[in-house]
């Protein structure tokens, strides 16, 4: 047998026994399974500590924001209209208007000097509470064959006031100055000297008045 030893440094050895020629296997592939086993018998007798769990992260509390709710708009209320108070009716028209002549006065008013008439006018009156009687001189002729009728109109420039009395009196008594050439007698007013050519009567109240009846005409 011979012995051939071609590289001492390398990876294998190459033996030449009679003529043949023998490749040695390398040592690195042995030594990678002793490394191996080696490792795998650590393994056996140390167990390594598994990892403790990581604790999940708490989830932080998310901010709500309020929205805010809409006032709510109240419905509108609807106010009854006010029941109309009834307005009292005007009082009615006296009836039973009589005027009658009174014996003549011992002493006259200054106005009308040293001869006058008195007269005296009466009535009946429905509903008297708080109503008054009043009694106008017309100082014009305003209609034919007599100077009021029923249905004249009176300017308010023809009637002279001449007496007033509460309804429930029933009625008054006025005087005027004598004198028959114009008239029944006569009144004065704004200082001046008016002829009587009518007597009427009306009702009066805070509710209105009556019509006009008439007590005389000429």
């Not at 056996?44 to 709710?69: E, H, L, W």
């Not at 007599?146 to 001449?162: F, R, S, W």
């Amino acid at each position: 047998m011979r012995w051939t030893w071609d590289d001492p440094t390398s990876m294998g050895h190459r033996w030449q026994i009679r003529g043949i020629a023998v490749k040695r296997q390398s040592a690195l592939p042995i030594a990678l399974l002793v490394l191996a086993a080696g490792l795998a018998a650590c393994a056996g007798g140390t167990a390594t500590p598994s990892p403790s769990p990581t604790p999940a992260p708490t989830a932080s509390p998310t901010a709500v924001q309020a929205i805010p709710t809409p006032a709510t708009t109240p419905s509108p209320t609807v106010t009854p209209a006010p029941t109309p108070t009834a307005t009292p009716a005007p009082p009615a028209a006296p009836t039973a208007v009589k005027i009658a002549d009174l014996p003549q006065p011992a002493k006259c008013p200054a106005a009308y000097s040293v001869s006058c008439f008195e007269y005296k006018v009466t009535w009946t009156e429905a509903n008297p509470a708080d109503v008054t009687i009043k009694i106008y001189a017309v100082t014009k002729c305003l209609s034919k064959p007599h100077c009021t009728l029923a249905a004249t109109k009176i300017p308010a420039a023809d009637l002279v006031l001449v007496s007033s009395s509460a309804a429930s009196k029933g009625s008054v008594t006025f005087i005027v100055g004598d004198g028959e050439s114009q008239g029944d007698g006569w009144v004065v007013t704004g200082g001046k000297q008016l002829p009587i050519w009518s007597v009427v009567v009306q009702a009066s109240s805070a509710s209105g008045t009556s019509p006009i009846v008439i007590a005389w005409t000429s």
